[in-house]
């Protein structure tokens, strides 16, 4: 009699749960005409977060965070019944050896000194940040285990296809779930790999069916696999999860950890095109002097405006010449801010073709984006015509006109009297700008000669006599540079 009574309370109770639960939550309904109560927008992004009382499917009544994503006017949940019972990402928290708890996401919990919260900011147009805030009370430091299980759906389609959000290094840094299987439908995004602004890279993910590792300790990831576990664009009802593991937080310290949430239509894998109020850039060198030597550095500076649809920084990366190695400057880009960002050239001094500077934009994502450079002319590839012979020295200062590459150039020495010697004149010197680079020099040879009035012919009968340009003559018979047994001549 007595186990017979205690049955019927309980189910008395059971269905006293039930009426109250009927009460709270509305009919199931995933796409809302309207913003349903008690759901605030996330800063000025297309997203509405709600947080409450709602069933996890597994773990029980929770308070979770729920998020809807505008579209064209309705309001899309990410969770199972964004509404209602089955809603919200459910977070839990282990400290040490101790076993997990499930998160209080509207008041917090407190689990063996370490209290842990939960917010909701916004991230650029479409992204809502969740962050948990840890506390350490204790005396000493202790090590904790958290996580996040969702119970995951976009709009009215529960068993919409989910596939992995990878970088260019094939590491997975999201997961995706497509609204229909077609170009252009809605996404759910869930972000919480490496490189993401905003983002706590996460220690382990899963994804798979939905009743798979809701409890707390499965949560903060102690995984186990069951039915379609990390099978991609697969059809059915599906959940994921993600965790930070063996964090240490040190007495009376704190740490965050946060992931990115989006609904709506967002393409994470398209690279950011630079246009007008998104992404500008100007590049040039500078600081010219020294500027034709090849074996030194070159200065140059990139600048602009910077801004990205999901809050993510960027970072601009470059080549020189033939190199295979891609430099990144540092300094990264902050969404909705001018950055203005300087860095070093340097040439290969082997080179002579046209000298080139490559840029290309990247975001956290490894989504690259090419960047129009700068070229430059290497002067040493200039066609030289009628270049300076060697001359005979006769004290008067010399000047010759030489064409480079088409265009004639003045040469010579600026001293007043030339002495005989070997000089070297640099075309154009203080002439080149962001344009050419590199050193063109024309060598001559100013000879030391024996000056001569008259030459008798009948008295130089040992050697022949040749022109400056290689003639063979009788003698002299015009005023002139000649060569005679070795030696040079000036007939005037």
């Known amino acids: 009699m007595k186990k017979f009574t205690f049955v019927l309370i309980a189910l008395l109770a059971g269905a006293f749960v039930m009426n109250a639960q009927e009460e709270k939550v509305p009919a199931r309904s995933s796409i809302f005409s309207t913003l349903p109560a008690g759901f605030e927008q996330v800063g000025e992004t297309s997203l509405y977060y709600d947080i409450d009382y709602r069933s996890a499917a597994g773990p029980g009544y929770q308070y979770g965070i729920s998020l809807l994503g505008e579209i064209d006017g309705l309001y899309y949940s990410s969770t199972y019944q964004a509404y209602g019972p089955g809603a919200g990402f459910i977070a839990a928290l282990k400290v040490g050896n101790n076993a997990a708890t499930y998160l209080n996401a509207l008041n917090g919990t407190s689990s063996n000194g370490v209290n842990m919260t939960a917010r909701v900011e916004p991230q650029g147009d479409v992204c809502a940040r969740i962050i948990y805030t840890l506390t350490n009370t204790n005396d000493e430091a202790v090590t904790i285990d958290a996580g996040v299980w969702g119970d995951i759906m976009i709009g009215n389609n529960d068993y919409a296809p989910l596939s992995r959000l990878k970088n260019n290094s094939d590491v997975t840094y999201g997961i995706k779930m497509k609204y229909r299987n077609e170009e252009g439908a809605p996404l759910l995004c869930a972000l919480f790999g490496e490189g993401i602004t905003g983002v706590t890279p996460a220690d382990d993910y899963w994804f798979g069916y939905y009743a798979t590792n809701y409890s707390a300790n ?10 379609n576990y990390m099978v991609e664009n697969g059809s059915y009802d ?13 007495a009376g310290e704190s740490i965050e950890l946060s992931y990115l949430i989006s609904v709506g239509e967002v393409d994470f894998e398209e690279p950011i095109v630079p246009g007008e109020d998104v992404f500008t850039y100007n590049v040039e060198a500078y600081d010219f002097e020294g500027w034709n030597d090849l074996a030194v550095a070159h200065p140059a500076h990139i600048w602009g405006y910077y801004e990205h649809p999901y809050g993510q920084e960027g970072y601009i ?3 020189v010449d033939d190199e295979n190695t891609w430099h990144r400057i540092p300094t990264a880009l902050v969404s909705g801010e001018d950055y203005d960002l300087p860095f070093d050239m340097f040439f290969n001094q082997e080179r002579t073709t046209d000298h080139v500077l490559k840029l ?7 989504n690259y984006t090419d960047l129009e450079g700068l070229s430059w002319i290497d002067v040493r590839s200039y066609t030289v015509e009628n270049a300076i012979p060697s001359f005979p020295y006769d004290g008067a200062p010399k000047t010759f006109e030489v064409i480079v590459n088409g ?7 600026d001293e007043e009297y030339i002495m005989p010697g070997t000089y070297t004149v640099v075309v154009a010197e203080g002439d080149y700008d962001e344009n050419t680079i590199g050193i063109l020099t024309i060598t001559f040879i100013i000879d030391e000669v024996v000056s001569v009035e008259e030459i008798s012919v009948a008295n130089e009968d040992n050697g022949a006599w040749y022109t400056s340009d290689g003639r063979r003559v009788a003698a002299p018979s015009t005023p002139g540079f000649y060569i005679h047994n070795g030696k040079k001549y000036i007939v005037k």
Do not use: H
């Open 218 to 227: 499965a949560i903060v990831g102690d995984y186990s696999a069951g039915s």
């Open 238 to 250: 599906s959940g994921l999860g993600f965790c930070w593991k063996n964090r240490v937080i040190e």
């Open 317 to 319: 990366e470059y080549q």
């Open 360 to 366: 290309r934009f990247t975001d956290g994502m490894d």
């Open 407 to 413: 265009e004639p150039v003045l040469v010579g020495a």
